[in-house]
């Protein structure tokens, strides 16, 4: 069933930096051509940097300098230009990127390239993540107060919890987990009408592809989605799991102010979800304009994943209650 277009389509090249909006992308195994294919290693706690922890991250941005070649991916990433707060823009070959990097969070930061697959030591965690794990630093990234509920993390896939037992970014890519991530124009404008009756800046959640829908029938459209498949384009894309949001959409960046009203806003509106992640089917080439298409998941499917999801949320909700008595 058709159920829109395509509206923007979105690839951050670095990253936690901002990324740049283009007309078309190719989608392959590992997400959109080009997608985070750097990052920026925080050289003193030895982790690959995230804008939940290091929010200045995001008052730079990046754009590939050349068309990208079609091998570009693990081992094999293209030069890219920063643009940093006050106008300076450098290249990743140039040695002054890793000082003004480091210049702009106050820490001694490096310009990091995604390594071959093979490789995981960029994607390990580190002692420093291993020691400072903690259901404290949890809310923190989520924007939990003390006696609110944490995220609803059932809606992992076993394979991504054990994922995330050893590493701190999936190998082979600089994602958080998923690599496409997708939403619509509808969730932005429901969840604006929450804050100040506006949309949401699409920026501020870092989607790879907006879709506008033809006729929504629900304020946040993407919730129904998981488990079923998006031929957007080319492309065909299995919706795995709503994308839980942390506290990055409230941050600041070029031309937007911190809004802490937007956490909050998505919390109670949206249960701390917003759009969906996706892995990917089929791979092919996706334009602004192409229509998106949905096959929704079938009843047999659906009650499945809700046993399965039922049996994790009391596994874990006993292991995070013992965790925060411990933390206390």
Same mark, same amino acid.
């Given at each position: 069933?058709?159920?829109?277009? @395509?509206?923007?389509?979105?690839?951050?090249?670095? *990253?936690?930096?901002?990324?740049?909006? !283009?007309?078309?992308?190719?989608?392959?195994?590992?997400?959109?051509?080009?997608?985070?294919?750097?990052?920026?290693?925080?050289?003193?706690?030895? @982790?690959?940097?995230?804008?939940?922890? !290091?929010?200045?991250?995001?008052?730079?941005?990046?754009?590939? !300098?050349?068309?990208?070649?079609?091998?570009?991916?693990?081992?094999?990433?293209?030069?890219?230009?920063?643009?940093?707060?006050?106008?300076?823009e450098l290249s990743s070959s140039d040695d002054a990127v890793n000082a003004k990097l480091s210049e702009l969070t106050g820490r001694d930061m490096r310009l990091t390239a995604l390594p071959p697959a093979e490789d995981t030591s960029l994607h390990r965690l580190s *002692?420093?993540?291993?020691?400072?794990?903690?259901?404290?630093?949890?809310?923190?990234?989520?924007? @939990?107060?003390?006696?609110?509920?944490?995220?609803?993390?059932?809606?992992?896939?076993?394979?991504?919890?054990?994922?995330?037992?050893?590493?701190?970014?999936?190998?082979?890519?600089?994602?958080?987990?998923?690599?496409?991530?997708?939403?619509?124009?509808?969730?932005?404008?429901?969840?604006?009408?929450?804050?100040?009756?506006?949309?949401?800046? !699409?920026?501020?959640?870092?989607?790879?592809?907006?879709?506008?829908?033809?006729?929504?029938?629900?304020?946040?459209?993407?919730?129904?989605?998981?488990?079923?498949?998006?031929?957007?384009?080319?492309?065909?894309?299995?919706?795995?799991?709503p994308t839980i949001r942390c506290v990055v959409p409230s941050r600041p960046q070029p031309g937007l102010e911190v809004d802490r009203r937007i956490t909050k806003a998505v919390a109670t509106r949206a249960q701390r979800c917003l759009g969906s992640y996706c892995w990917?089917?089929?791979?092919?080439?996706?334009?602004?304009?192409?229509?998106?298409?949905?096959?929704?998941?079938?009843?047999?499917?659906? @009650?499945?994943?809700?046993?399965?999801?039922?049996? *994790?949320?009391?596994?874990?909700?006993?292991?995070?209650?013992?965790?925060?008595?411990?933390?206390?």
């Amino acid at each position: 069933m058709t159920i829109g277009q @395509v509206a923007e389509l979105w690839r951050y090249p670095v *990253k936690s930096l901002g990324g740049e909006r !283009v007309e078309h992308v190719d989608i392959g195994p590992r997400g959109v051509t080009g997608d985070r294919l750097w990052a920026v290693r925080d050289l003193e706690r030895d @982790v690959t940097a995230s804008a939940r922890r !290091v929010p200045a991250l995001l008052n730079a941005t990046a754009r590939y !300098v050349d068309p990208l070649p079609p091998d570009a991916g693990p081992g094999n990433a293209p030069e890219v230009a920063i643009t940093f707060p006050d106008g300076t823009e450098l290249s990743s070959s140039d040695d002054a990127v890793n000082a003004k990097l480091s210049e702009l969070t106050g820490r001694d930061m490096r310009l990091t390239a995604l390594p071959p697959a093979e490789d995981t030591s960029l994607h390990r965690l580190s *002692k420093h993540e291993r020691d400072n794990a903690s259901i404290a630093s949890l809310r923190t990234d989520f924007g @939990v107060d003390d006696g609110e509920r944490l995220p609803d993390v059932s809606m992992f896939r076993i394979a991504d919890l054990a994922m995330f037992a050893r590493f701190s970014t999936p190998p082979g890519m600089f994602v958080d987990l998923a690599p496409i991530h997708v939403m619509t124009t509808t969730s932005l404008s429901t969840v604006g009408a929450e804050v100040d009756g506006d949309p949401l800046d !699409v920026r501020r959640f870092r989607p790879n592809v907006l879709i506008a829908l033809d006729e929504p029938v629900d304020g946040l459209p993407e919730t129904q989605w998981t488990g079923g498949h998006l031929t957007v384009g080319g492309a065909v894309l299995e919706v795995t799991m709503p994308t839980i949001r942390c506290v990055v959409p409230s941050r600041p960046q070029p031309g937007l102010e911190v809004d802490r009203r937007i956490t909050k806003a998505v919390a109670t509106r949206a249960q701390r979800c917003l759009g969906s992640y996706c892995w990917v089917d089929s791979a092919g080439a996706v334009r602004v304009g192409d229509t998106v298409d949905l096959r929704a998941a079938g009843a047999p499917r659906r @009650v499945l994943t809700d046993a399965v999801r039922r049996t *994790k949320r009391f596994t874990l909700g006993l292991a995070t209650s013992a965790a925060e008595r411990l933390g206390r």
